[in-house]
């Protein structure tokens, strides 16, 4: 995208105003940016706190105007990536990959650090270079998870080991959308929502084609009533979920409720708030992903099943029997963050 298309959205959500070259005549307070800088939000913050008239250095050699300045304006140093010049192609290709590296969470869990987010950057990036969108990349999302539900829904092993590796190749490219947002800052609500809407797609694709495929197989009466009721528990759940998030996130994404979840094991006194804390830390879904990719390589869906059920029913029990705790965590995380 063109820079000076990012630094309008960027000066916008930072709430100062776009005054232009003529603007700028006689305002002591106006930032001069050329036209190979790109901003980031933290640099409004950092100038919060200073009193113009300064020359704002950036740790690549960048300089930007903070005020009426001349010869012997004195220079801030920036400890930190506040700036960008991007006058060249190594700086525009140092840029790329500053700007992408943050785009992770404070939520990602280990996997998704240092397994997921390599990879999903590296379709990051090069979707950005081509011009594609981040619903572009929630689009894929979704084929991903209906090839994923089509190749559970196929009879053997090779195909179910096919499902876990799609199922985890679904996890990874997960995360290409919200970055591709981040980085061009068009992150916003609607993205969120079109993001959690293909992650449930995936899921319900996904248990749909297991036990399709779990018939065509051959189940018996009992396991089939079971896979049945944890089918309809794991569809209800999965809408309370998003009932939640739709009610008390400030951008209706699932993370919020792992947030929640979070936050209310730290206020809580009970241990089973706590212990269920700690389970979804063990299995959020980058981790989730992986284990079920290699428990599909078994062969067993009779396994996965077990492991799914057990989730599903630690996740009802926490809505059932925690709610108050999780709509009390909620309002703080909102209030926390001026929402």
């Given at each position: 995208m063109r820079v000076r298309d990012r630094n309008e959205r960027v000066i916008v959500r930072s709430g100062a105003a776009l005054v232009g070259a003529t603007g700028a005549d006689g305002d002591d307070r106006t930032l001069i940016v050329p036209d190979d800088i790109v901003l980031e939000q933290s640099l409004f913050g950092v100038l919060q706190d200073l009193e113009p008239?300064?020359?704002?250095?950036?740790?690549?050699?960048?300089?930007?105007?903070?005020?009426?300045?001349?010869?012997?304006?004195?220079?801030?140093?920036?400890?930190?990536?506040?700036?960008?010049?991007?006058?060249?192609?190594?700086?525009?290709?140092?840029?790329?990959?500053?700007?992408?590296?943050r785009t992770g969470k404070s939520s990602d869990g280990f996997v998704s650090r240092r397994f997921n987010r390599p990879q999903s950057r590296f379709f990051s990036r090069w979707f950005l270079k081509a011009g594609l969108s981040a619903n572009a990349a929630s689009a894929i999302s979704v084929v991903i998870g209906l090839g994923c539900g089509f190749a559970a829904a196929q009879p053997g092993a090779l195909w179910l080991a096919a499902t876990g590796v799609l199922f985890q190749l679904a996890s990874m490219f997960d995360g290409v959308d919200g970055e591709m947002a981040r980085v061009t800052v068009r992150d916003s609500k609607l993205g969120a929502a079109i993001d959690s809407a293909a992650d449930n797609l995936t899921y319900l694709a996904t248990l749909v084609g297991f036990g399709v495929g779990w018939a065509r197989?051959?189940?018996?009466?009992?396991?089939a009533w079971s896979l049945v009721t944890i089918s309809v528990m794991i569809v209800v759940t999965?809408?309370?979920?998003?009932?939640?998030v739709r009610k008390y996130a400030p951008n209706a994404s699932f993370v919020f409720f792992d947030r929640s979840v979070r936050r209310a094991a730290q206020e809580a006194s009970g241990v089973s708030l706590r212990a269920i804390d700690i389970f979804f830390r063990a299995t959020r879904r980058d981790l989730l992903a992986l284990i079920l990719m290699f428990a599909s390589f078994l062969g067993s869906r009779f396994a996965i099943f077990c492991l799914v059920g057990f989730g599903v029913l630690i996740a009802d029990y926490l809505l059932l029997f925690h709610r108050r705790d999780l709509i009390h965590a909620a309002g703080l995380l909102r209030a926390e963050e001026g929402c």
């Open positions: 008239p300064l020359r704002l250095r950036a740790p690549d050699g960048a300089e930007l105007d903070w005020g009426l300045v001349s010869e012997e304006t004195p220079v801030h140093h920036l400890s930190e990536y506040d700036f960008l010049d991007v006058s060249d192609r190594s700086k525009r290709s140092q840029a790329e990959r500053i700007l992408l590296l197989e051959g189940i018996t009466e009992v396991e999965l809408f309370l979920v998003l009932f939640f």
